[in-house]
């Protein structure tokens, strides 16, 4: 009995609630029949025409034009006010002049005009006709008994910049002492932007990029013998290592200490909770101390393990699991795609017991990663973006590569690109990312500032 009596009363909610609804398109002395219901129930949007706005090969400007489907922007409707809008923008540039709309409602027929001239007359709703969301449009709901109405006011937000596009901004000024460094590779400690480097006389140099804007260079107490492009970030500290096997470790990017023991021609790959990873006499190492080091379990010949150009990254995935990427050249056979190489554990599994897998270059695989001089991975919008120098068949920083797959492929982005002025470059350059999703692109002195613009909308 307590079960029905539990059921009788949310029917009794239920109905309520819907009486409440008809009773806004009625007046206090009238009944409470379905002839008195309108409302409107959903509206979904149907395809959306865009502009894109690009660079063709030469630096010019090309548009094209694409089209996606409106259902991903759900319309919410508030009862209430009488309002129907999207929360989540549209994309920049969408054409909304001829838009199909399908409006589910409850009452008698519907119609529309513009909310901006409320003076027009009313058009009978179809739903096979366009209809221009330009500006607000009012619709206008007629109860089966043709005496009460609403009106709500439909309108669409659109972004008002490219949320797909990424736009780069050149600094005001040029740093010339970062121009001096041979070698060099970005990383960000906190909320800090740090490029280590090397100039021609084999001094280690850390550059910080201060709160104020400006740009400070100082000796680290680092050995020339330092393997600059190793730099790794985890967890707010550090790490690099040395052509002579040794590791060492930063909590501000000026001040060093050795980790662990010496290990002679290791280069270091990855930290990771568990301890770090490295390269040395062509096999892959662990060690969960830096003293103690095992070798790694592949499953493919040790042959095909990179030995220059290396860069990599360790991340955690959408689904949880964890993986480290490692991309590099083999100097002993040239390509022009670098070796792509992949470890992957799950959250319960032991990290040491996952082996090394080698995504072989296959005649089905059209998108390998180019191997590129100052090759750097950078985690971007929830993928890995490779860019760099020149390579065979590849002026410098002549395209952003992007893996969607975890390493797989990597493919030139047509619609994301890098500043035209710097294509081509000579010398070092170096990225990275900081925790605003700023991309820092830094070559012969020159830093450039970009970002998606959606990673930086407010959602509404």
Request: overall charge negative.
């Amino acid at each position: 009995m307590r079960g029905t009596n539990i059921v009788t009363r949310f029917l009794c909610f239920f109905l309520g609630s819907l009486s409440l609804l008809a009773a806004s398109c009625m007046s206090d002395d009238e009944s409470e029949e379905p002839e008195s219901y309108c409302y409107i129930k959903s509206v979904k949007l149907g395809s959306l025409k865009r502009t894109i706005h690009t660079k063709d090969s030469l630096g010019n400007d090309s548009v094209y034009y694409t089209s996606y489907s409106g259902t991903y922007f759900p319309m919410t409707i508030d009862q209430h006010k009488l309002t129907i809008e999207n929360r989540d923008s549209l994309l920049y540039e969408s054409k909304v002049t001829s838009v199909l709309v399908t409006i589910s409602f409850d009452g008698d027929g519907m119609g529309w005009r513009s909310a901006v001239d409320t003076t027009e007359a009313w058009t009978t709703y179809n739903s096979t006709d366009s209809l221009d969301l330009t500006h607000p449009l009012q619709l206008k709901v007629v109860a089966a008994d043709q005496i009460h109405s609403r009106i709500y006011t439909l309108k669409l937000n659109i972004h008002q910049q490219q949320g797909d596009s990424l736009y780069w901004h050149h600094t005001d000024t040029t740093e010339h002492r970062l121009g001096f460094f041979n070698e060099m590779r970005a990383t960000t400690l906190g909320n800090t932007v740090m490029v280590l480097g090397k100039n021609s006389a084999q001094v280690v140099q850390m550059a910080h990029r201060e709160a104020t804007g400006s740009w400070t260079i100082v000796d680290t107490n680092l050995p020339s013998s330092t393997i600059v492009e190793s730099l790794l970030e985890y967890r707010d500290t550090l790490y690099v290592s040395t052509s002579d096997g040794m590791l060492f470790l930063s909590s501000d990017g000026t001040s060093w200490t050795q980790l662990g023991s010496t290990f002679l021609g290791q280069r270091l790959v990855a930290v990771t909770d568990k301890g770090y990873y490295t390269l040395a006499n062509g096999q892959v190492f662990a060690s969960t101390d830096a003293i103690e080091w095992n070798v790694e379990k592949l499953d493919t010949g040790t042959e095909w393990l990179p030995d220059s150009r290396l860069c990599s990254r360790f991340y955690q995935q959408d689904n949880g699991n964890y993986r480290i990427l490692m991309c590099g050249a083999r100097s002993s056979s040239p390509e022009e795609e670098c070796v792509v190489w992949s470890k992957m554990w799950f959250d319960s599994q032991d990290e040491a017991e996952a082996e090394w897998v080698y995504f072989t270059l296959t005649s089905d695989n059209r998108y390998p990663c180019p191997s590129l001089e100052c090759l750097t991975l950078l985690p971007y919008d929830g993928y890995t973006y490779a860019i760099g120098g020149a390579g065979k068949n590849h002026q410098a920083l002549d395209n952003i590569y992007i893996s969607k797959d975890h390493g797989i492929t990597w493919k030139a982005d047509p619609e994301l690109h890098l500043p035209f002025e710097l294509k081509g470059v000579r010398g070092p350059l170096t990225a990275t990312v900081d925790e605003n999703d700023v991309i820092w692109l830094i070559a012969n002195g020159q830093i450039w500032r970009g970002r998606l613009n959606r990673l930086g909308f407010a959602r509404n």
